[in-house]
Nanobody, 118 residues
Framework: QVQFVESGGGLVQPGGSLTLSCAAFGLTFDQTALLWYRQAPGEERVRVAA????????EYIDAVQDRFTISRDNAKNTVYLQMNNLKPEDTAIYYC???????????WGQGTQVTVSS
C-alpha cells in the first residue's frame, strides 16, 4: 500500500521561507515522477509542482514559478518543496503524490499546513 508522509509546514510571515518534505513508501520511488499539490480553505486541491524521475526536469504553476523549487533524494525516498518569498495566498495544506500531469494514486497523506500571515 502506498503511503505519503508530509512534514515541514508551519506559520511564517510574508516573505519568509519554508522547506517541505514528503517521504513515500510502497512504491518504486526511483522510477516515478513526483508531485506537490496544495488545497486552500474552501478550494479544490491543485497541482503545484512536479519533478521527473532523474530530478533534472521540473514544472511549476505560474503562481509559484521562481519562488518554489521541487527536488528529490532517491536514496531517502523523499521529495522536497523549497518555498521562498511566501505570500498569504500560499496558505494551504500541502500534499505530495506520484505522477506528472496528475496524481497516480488516490491515496493521500495527512498533508502539512502552511500558513502565511503577519
Amino acid at each position: 500500500q502506498v503511503q505519503f508522509v508530509e512534514s515541514g509546514g508551519g506559520l511564517v510571515q510574508p516573505g519568509g521561507s519554508l522547506t517541505l518534505s514528503c517521504a513515500a513508501f510502497g512504491l518504486t520511488f526511483d522510477q516515478t515522477a513526483l508531485l506537490w499539490y496544495r488545497q486552500a480553505p474552501g478550494e479544490e486541491r491543485v497541482r503545484v509542482a512536479a519533478v521527473s524521475v532523474s530530478g533534472r526536469a521540473t514544472e511549476y504553476i505560474d503562481a509559484v514559478q521562481d519562488r518554489f523549487t521541487i527536488s528529490r533524494d532517491n536514496a531517502k525516498n523523499t521529495v522536497y518543496l523549497q518555498m521562498n518569498n511566501l505570500k498569504p495566498e500560499d496558505t494551504a495544506i500541502y500534499y505530495c503524490n506520484a505522477g506528472w500531469f496528475h496524481n497516480a494514486y488516490d491515496d493521500w497523506g495527512q498533508g502539512t499546513q502552511v500558513t502565511v500571515s503577519s
